[in-house]
């Protein structure tokens, strides 16, 4: 399987802190992407991060991808309430015309 | 979703009989990919389709048809539905830009139980 790993699984941290999720993959890659998906809903579109890049931001998400590590990483600069929710990795494999996903970090914001 | 519905959003079977989940969008998208998402595997893939009546297999389509006779239509079918397809089905949609540029746009899922 190409499937990658997330790491942790779950995260629980207070709102207001920073949250940092990481994802593994295991064959070259085109691009990396990252998506949400609050309980009983379906996946939404975060952030795509192309395989020469390094690092992108997107208002609080920060997402850097080291592809000889084959590795990314998530922040989630100074979260909310609303930010709790589960959150994915997918690789975009080269050669490939569909995105293979990690099993997802289980966030959650205390107040 | 915007663009993307999936029907019905839930459903109970029996084990043996035919189900046939559908996909529908109106984004005139070219890609179009049926996951299934199950607790401790993450989302894996089913089959997708790259264009009207060209569909391929994903890593768990054991048991599982697909078909697409139109763009806006993309129809999974389980044969004979049995416990171990107990799941949410997720499809999904992409362009051929989108596919480098923004990703996929998710419908809200089908909840399917088999018994």
């Known amino acids: 399987s190409q499937q990658g790993e997330e790491d942790p699984q779950a995260l629980s941290i207070q709102e207001g802190e920073n949250a940092t999720m990481n994802c593994s993959y295991k064959?070259?890659?085109?691009?990396l992407q990252w998506y949400r998906q609050n309980s009983g809903r379906g996946l939404v579109h975060l952030i795509l991060?192309?395989?020469?890049?390094r690092e992108k931001h997107s208002g609080r998400l920060r997402v850097t991808l080291d592809t000889s590590k084959k590795s990314s990483s998530l922040l989630i600069t100074a979260s909310r309430a609303a930010d709790t929710a589960s959150y994915f990795c997918a690789a975009g494999h080269q050669g490939a015309q569909k995105l293979v996903f990690g099993q997802g970090t289980r966030l959650t914001i205390n107040p | 979703d915007a663009g993307i519905t999936q029907s019905p959003r839930h459903k109970v079977t029996e084990t043996g009989t035919p189900v046939t989940l559908r996909c529908h969008q109106t984004?005139?998208?070219?890609?179009m990919y049926w996951y299934r998402q199950d607790p401790g595997h993450g989302l894996r893939l089913i089959h997708y389709s790259y264009g009207v009546k060209d569909t391929d297999k994903g890593e768990v389509s054991d048991g599982y048809s697909v078909s697409r006779s139109k763009t806006e239509d993309f129809l999974l079918t389980l044969e004979s539905a049995t416990s171990s397809q107990t799941s949410v089905y997720f499809c999904a949609i992409s362009g051929d830009r989108d596919r480098d540029s923004y990703g996929y746009t998710f419908g809200s899922g089908t909840r399917l139980t088999v018994v």
């Open positions: 064959t070259s890659i085109n691009n």
């Open positions: 991060i192309r395989s020469n890049e």
């Open positions: 984004e005139n998208h070219r890609y």
